[in-house]
Nanobody, 124 residues
Framework: QVQLVESGGGLVQAGGSLRLSCDAP????????MGWFRQAPGKEREFVAG????????NYADSVKGRFTISRDNTRNTVYLQMNSLNSDDAAIYYC?????????????????WGQGTQVTVSS
């Protein structure tokens, strides 16, 4: 079992930025594709961004392309999500996720490990 721990959520004004972090204390994440999902009230959990185990491949939901950037530092065992130009549609609980590959990372049913989530609130 891998425990994923997110941090960096909070309240930000529309147009602002936040950086989320995810690590796994005592465990290595370098063998997993890592990503971020989000879930707004009354909506299903949706894929936001993913990165391969090496960081060499990434993919994004259309709604965040050009605004969000996922990265990872395997030496620090940490995955990041830089979020810029935030708007009200981005407000949600953000979950870190680990899966065997980028393909399996795209779907909630094939994610292997989940974090507890971190709240992102965007004020207008």
């Amino acid at each position: 079992q891998v425990q994923l721990v997110e941090s960096g959520g909070g309240l930000v004004q529309a147009g602002g930025s936040l950086r989320l972090s995810c690590d796994a204390p005592g465990r290595t994440l370098s063998s997993y594709a890592m990503g971020w999902f989000r879930q707004a009230p009354g909506k299903e959990r949706e894929f936001v961004a993913g990165t391969s185990w090496s960081g060499g491949s990434t993919n994004y939901a259309d709604s965040v392309k050009g605004r969000f950037t996922i990265s990872r530092d395997n030496t620090r065992n940490t995955v990041y999500l830089q979020m810029n130009s935030l708007n009200s549609d981005d407000a949600a609980i953000y979950y870190c996720a680990a899966a065997p590959s980028l393909i399996t990372l795209r779907h909630t049913t094939t994610v292997k490990y989940w974090g507890q989530g971190t709240q992102v609130t965007v004020s207008s």
